[in-house]
């Protein structure tokens, strides 16, 4: 069974960084692209980036590129999110994903995780 576990989140002060983890189980994980998608209260999912199997090949949102930086680290099965300079239109519930592949890196993701809050106040 699949699982993918998030974790790094919390709350900061506007122009802070946090650093998100995403654990995966249960698949070939360099053969997965994994990607980070975000939804805030009342509004739809959104993209934010992601990142091929192998390469790697990253892509980013408009809103957070320059800003944020997706790695991965095939050996511990993980992948993670730099977020630099934070804003309030940062917050939001952080989902990790993954799916098969290294194309479409935007779409099509079928496996999620549980969720890290990401909350920028001052």
């Known amino acids: 069974q699949v699982q993918l576990v998030e974790s790094g989140g919390g709350l900061v002060q506007p122009g802070g960084s946090l650093r998100l983890s995403c654990a995966a189980s249960g698949l070939a994980f360099s053969r997965y692209s994994m990607a980070w998608f975000r939804q805030a209260p009342g509004k739809e999912r959104e993209f934010v980036a992601a990142?091929?199997?192998?390469?790697?090949?990253?892509t980013y949102a408009d809103s957070v590129k320059g800003r944020f930086i997706i790695s991965r680290d095939n050996d511990k099965n993980t992948v993670y999110l730099q977020m630099n300079s934070l804003k309030f239109e940062d917050t939001a519930l952080y989902y990790c994903?993954?799916?098969?592949?290294?194309?479409?890196?935007?779409?099509?993701?079928?496996?999620w995780g549980q969720g890290t809050q990401v909350t920028v106040s001052s």
């Open positions: 994903a993954a799916k098969p592949g290294n194309f479409a890196l935007r779409v099509g993701y079928g496996t």
């Open positions: 990142i091929t199997g192998v390469g790697p090949r990253t």
